[in-house]
Nanobody, 115 residues
């Protein structure tokens, strides 16, 4: 079993920055792609950013230029640096990881951006 524990959410004003972290633990032999999704109230979960083991990143258009995803393979941890936050970034953010073809999800960490 694999556990993903995310942290770093909070309440900030528009224009501020936050950094989310997510550490994987458990029966890990190799982790594939890792990433972040988010779900705002009343909306479907959407991809925010993903990164492969080769550090190839993919971003949603809405966050390009503001968010940066990175990973530390030695620590089995993925990060999401969020700058210039907007009220529309308010959502529960979920980290995810592929381990031997199985997708695992962490519990959401809430990000609230006030205007």
């Amino acid at each position: 079993q694999v556990q993903l524990v995310g942290s770093g959410g909070g309440l900030v004003q528009a224009g501020a920055s936050l950094r989310l972290s997510c550490a994987a633990s458990g029966s890990i032999f190799s982790i594939g792609a890792m990433g972040w999704y988010r779900q705002a109230p009343g909306k479907q979960r959407e991809m925010v950013a993903t990164t492969t083991t080769a550090d190839t990143a993919n971003y949603a258009d809405s966050v390009k230029g503001r968010f940066t995803i990175s990973r530390d393979n030695a620590k089995n941890t993925v990060y999401l640096q969020m700058n210039s936050l907007k009220p529309e970034d308010t959502a529960a953010y979920y980290c995810t990881a592929l381990v031997r073809g199985v997708r695992y999800w962490g519990k959401g960490t809430l990000v609230t951006v006030s205007s």
